[in-house]
């Protein structure tokens, strides 16, 4: 990720094309690049910001877990309450969001 603006109280991250402000206070300024982390139930699956490929589709009874590549990225993810949703097979391509609140700088 890289930083777009800080201001002392938020970050504004470019993370692959895809903008996210994150609370969080830091010392980066614009133009830092930046590694970030997010728990795997944070990433929204069906909101088109992000296309991967899944590479594992697990059903877990009150999930469906999968893995995913994104440019050559392994991504872990789990999706609660799979039953009312969509849930993607191996091989197919996948639109994923990542929920801000959940993103940490490192």
Known sequence: AVVSSNDGAAVSLDVSGGGFTVNQKTSYK???????????????????????????????????????DFDGIVISVTDYNPASKTVYAEKESLKFSLDTSSIYIL
């Open 30 to 68: 614009k133009g830092d690049s930046v590694r970030i982390v997010i728990r795997p139930e944070a990433i929204l699956v069906g909101t088109p910001v992000f296309d991967a490929i899944v590479t594992k589709s697990v059903y877990m009874g009150t999930s469906q877990d999968y893995e995913l």
